[in-house]
Every structure is written in C-alpha cells, then in structure tokens.
T-cell receptor
Framework: QLVESGGGLVQPGGSLQLSCAASGFSLTTSAIHWVRQAPGKGPEWVGR??????????TYAASLRGRFTMSRDDSNNTAYLQMNSLKYDDTAVYYC??????????????WGQGTKVIVT | EIVLTQSPGTLSLSPGERATLSCRAS???????LGWFQQNPGQAPRLLIYGTSNRATGIPDRFSGSGSGTDFALTISRLEPEDFAVYYC????????FGGGTKVEIK
C-alpha cells in the first residue's frame, strides 16, 4: 500500500511538504516518481528521484524546476515532495508511484489515493 | 520532451462492442517504456498495460496493447460496463509523459 499525505489548503506563495509512505513492500530499490493531476486534466509528471543505486539522482519537470524539491528516507520507506512558492496552477491531486520493472519493461503499477493540494 | 497525442478524444460505444484507442508519439518511443492506464472519477490511475503489450496483474484478457515506433494502440475486445472510463497512454524516456486521454462513454 502507498499512502500520500500532507496536502491541504495553502495561500499563493506558501509551502507544503507531501509524504509518500509505503507499507508491505520496499521503496528502497525503486526510483520514485511524483505525478500531479489538476481538476479535469490529465496526469502531469512532476519529477523523479532515483534509488541509492542511482545515486539518488533527481530530475524535475522543466516547468517546476527551482520551486519543488524531492527527497527520500529509505530507513522509513518514505519519499517527500517539498513545494515552495506555490501558485494557483499547482492546485492538483498529487500522486507518487514507484518505477518497477518486469522483464526489462517499466511499469508504474502501484499508486496511492493521492493527496489534494488547493492553492487559494 | 516526447508529446503523446491520443485519439479520439471521446469514443461512444455500447457494451459488447470493440474499442480501439490510438496513441501517437512526436518521436520514437522505446516499446519497453510505453504503458496504458484506466482512470475513473475520483480514483488514481490504474495500470492496464506496460511494455506496450503486457497486461498488468489482474487485468482481464479483453485488454490488449500493440504498436511500435510512434504509433501505439489499446484495444478492448468486448466492452464491459466497468470499462467506461478515461484511458491514458504514457511513455518514459528522459521524462515521463502522458497523453491527453480518451474518454470511453456509453452510447
């Protein structure tokens, strides 16, 4: 099970930290992706943090670079998304999903219920 | 960034009919990194197909995926009532991108 938390109401310019906690399986060996979905829109990639084997390398969507920061705590099986300088356009449901592989094919087969962020 | 264009935007069909959804990429996509999701209102995306043609765990065999290069398709052989939903294709290269979605609605 994957549980995102930390969302809520925030004013423009404010900050929030989202968490993504896994239970029943380990996130340790997986890259973790954050994806958001604005009301009535399709999913939009936020970015990815690799595992220790990938040196925890982070890539952000170009439009979000500089305001969002991803991190992870493998000892707690949790990933984080720190969001600063929030804008109205950041209003969305935020999901995390681990990158998994089956026979060399990438699969995003585990998703949480998402956490809603409303900038108002 | 690879852009995925899905068509049609809306597909109006009856239960029992066949649905074919298209996903076209702005440049070639590695077939190992192409997936399809189903999403119902208020729910998270659900992985149906990964690696272009592999069904995810628990996905019925009426769902199938195909394609290569820049053209990919999701086929639902016989629509069941629970299949009426929005479908997204997804690819992962230097970034993860999703198509704009196809809504399959009851005719």
């Amino acid at each position: 099970q994957l549980v995102e938390s930390g969302g809520g109401l925030v004013q423009p310019g404010g900050s929030l930290q989202l968490s993504c906690a896994a239970s029943g399986f380990s996130l340790t060996t997986s890259a973790i992706h954050w994806v958001r979905q604005a009301p009535g829109k399709g999913p939009e990639w936020v970015g990815r943090i690799r595992s220790k084997a990938g040196n925890y390398a982070i890539t952000y969507a170009a439009s979000l670079r500089g305001r969002f920061t991803m991190s992870r705590d493998d000892s707690n099986n949790t990933a984080y998304l720190q969001m600063n300088s929030l804008k109205y356009d950041d209003t969305a449901v935020y999901y995390c999903t681990p990158q998994r592989a089956y026979g060399g094919n990438l699969a995003f087969d585990i998703w949480g219920q998402g956490t809603k962020v409303i900038v108002t | 960034e690879i852009v995925l264009t899905q068509s049609p935007g809306t597909l109006s069909l009856s239960p029992g009919e066949r649905a074919t959804l298209s996903c076209r990429a702005s440049q070639g996509v590695n077939t190992k990194y192409l997936g399809w999701f189903q999403q119902n209102p208020g729910q998270a995306p659900r992985l149906l197909i990964y690696g272009t043609s592999n069904r995810a765990t628990g996905i019925p065999d009426r769902f199938s995926g195909s394609g290569s290069g820049t053209d990919f398709a999701l086929t639902i052989s016989r629509l069941e009532p629970e299949d009426f939903a929005v479908y997204y294709c997804q690819q992962y290269g230097s970034s993860l991108t999703f198509g704009g979605g196809t809504k399959v609605e009851i005719k």
